[in-house]
């Protein structure tokens, strides 16, 4: 603890927590087919990193089985620079589990995760410092515009945030990614979550601390497209959902209330039915009941199923990532 003070004192910087080992700043990229990007990503954020801790830095550059020239770039800048550190993973893990190797394998006090894509500005690094060192522990950007996204993107993701606010109990702030800056206790925090099914801002919500947000406007995409198509959306939402909310277990119990009303009503029009003109025809309704309730019973069968499977996958315990080799310039 005195050490942790004397270095505090000496350096200058904001680090009460520092232990041995530790650096003052890490920044965590997580990339997939990144190629065309990471030359001017790396332009614009050294610059910044060398700003706010001058040497006293790394950046994270963890590709997640691109199949372009992504890691022999990341290779490239790793073996020119001490402060680049590339890790491979063995094959492609998706955003969320890239993003939890780079937050597993860094170093520093403080954590900033950013997308490779340049979508969010680097250059709000200083502005989310000034704010933690005034007593925020996450600083996550919020965006207040979303340049170069098409109306389907920005509809779903809006509709995505609301729907998520109604369903779970923890508070997830709207319009929120990935580009936070995090104090080491709450990495530590967040790394020591064994899930393997991680909705990571979701995760950064859960463990609470001082969280503050800082509006920003979302640049277009500086190169490349877009990774995340509707199929991976939908497998985000439901992560999101299934990590943190079981009221979707309870369709079963909705579902049959809201029939059985029904059939009580309508066990009502049929018995007045009957007393006006005796029997009532009615192959269409009964075939139109017994359908619907089939395909209400097959979706909470399908709903038990998401949860059911993601419980057998967790209880395998298998490592969440694969990391193939990591690349650092520093030796130490
Ligand atoms: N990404 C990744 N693995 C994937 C998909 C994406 O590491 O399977 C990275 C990608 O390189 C980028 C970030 O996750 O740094 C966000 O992806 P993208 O920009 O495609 O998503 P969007 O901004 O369109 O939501
Ligand atoms: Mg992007």
């Known amino acids: 603890m005195l050490q942790d003070l004397q270095n505090w004192q000496v350096e200058g910087t904001y680090s009460p927590w520092r232990t041995p080992g530790r650096i003052g700043l890490s920044v965590v990229v997580p990339c997939y087919n990144e190629a065309p990007v ?21 950046i994270v550059l963890v590709n997640d089985g ?7 770039l990341i290779e490239a800048h790793a073996a020119r620079s001490p402060h680049i550190v590339g890790v491979d993973l063995a094959r492609n893990h998706g955003h969320q589990l890239a993003l939890t190797c780079g937050l597993q394998v860094c170093r520093g006090d403080l954590v900033m995760a950013i997308d490779a894509d ?36 920005k509809a779903s993701a809006a509709a995505f945030y609301r729907l998520l606010e109604k369903l779970i109990d923890i508070r997830i702030p ?21 899930e393997r099914f991680r909705f990571v801002r979701g995760m950064v919500g859960w463990v609470g601390f001082r969280q503050v947000a800082l509006p920003y406007r979302r640049d277009a995409r500086f190169a490349g497209e877009t990774h995340y198509p509707l199929r991976k959306m939908l497998a985000l939402a ?7 909310s ?8 909705l579902c049959g209330g809201l029939s059985g009303l029904a059939g009580f009503v309508m066990l009502g029009w049929v018995l007045s039915v009957w007393l006006r003109s005796g029997t009532v025809h009615g192959w269409t309704s009964m075939i139109g009941v017994v359908l619907i309730l089939g395909s209400l019973q097959l979706l909470v069968l ?18 969440m990532y694969i990391v193939r080799e990591v690349r650092r310039g520093d030796p130490q």
């Open 302 to 319: 399908g709903v038990f199923g998401e949860y059911l499977g993601r419980m057998y996958i967790e209880t395998k315990g298998r490592p």
């Open 174 to 194: 709207r319009d929120t990614g990935d580009f936070r800056l995090m104090t080491r206790p709450v990495v530590d925090a967040l790394n020591a979550m064994p």
């Open 246 to 253: 079981v009221k979707p277990l309870r369709l079963a119990s």
């Open 238 to 244: 439901f992560d999101a959902v299934t990590s943190f």
């Open 118 to 153: 340049l979508q969010d500005p680097p250059e709000l690094l200083p502005e989310m410092i000034r704010l933690i060192e005034a007593g925020a522990d996450v600083v996550y950007g919020q965006r207040v515009a979303r340049a170069g996204e098409t109306l389907f993107k």
């Open 66 to 72: 691109s199949s372009d020239a992504t890691w022999s």
């Open 38 to 58: 990471i030359d001017a990503l790396m332009a614009r954020l050294e610059p910044i990193c060398e700003a706010v801790r001058p040497g006293d830095y790394e």
